[in-house]
């Protein structure tokens, strides 16, 4: 049976982590800007951010993932 799109579910953000979007430097950005939406202070953010750099990218993806698992899913 073929269905309308207008049916389809929504799905939420993802991103895939063996393409571009799973670079560090776009992480890094997607976590800057959901940071200021979601209305981190300014050095809740700038630790945030830190806190992704100063790590192995594994552990910047964990990071990521603990603070915005709820809004995007990462796929690797």
Same mark, same amino acid.
């Given at each position: ?21 799973? =670079?560090?430097?776009? /992480? ?9 939406? @979601?209305?981190?202070?300014? +050095?809740?953010? &700038?630790?945030?951010?830190? =806190?992704?750099?100063? /790590? ?9 993932? @603990?603070?915005?698992?709820? +809004?995007?899913? &990462?796929?690797?």
């Amino acid at each position: 049976m073929i269905k309308s799109k207008s049916e389809m579910p929504p799905r939420g953000l993802e991103i895939d982590l063996t393409g571009p979007e799973g =670079n560090a430097y776009v /992480l890094l950005a997607y976590a800057d800007r959901w940071a200021r939406q @979601l209305g981190y202070s300014d +050095f809740d953010r &700038l630790c945030l951010l830190d =806190n992704m750099k100063l /790590l192995t990218y594994d552990m910047l993806v964990e990071i990521f993932d @603990l603070e915005f698992g709820q +809004f995007v899913t &990462l796929y690797r």
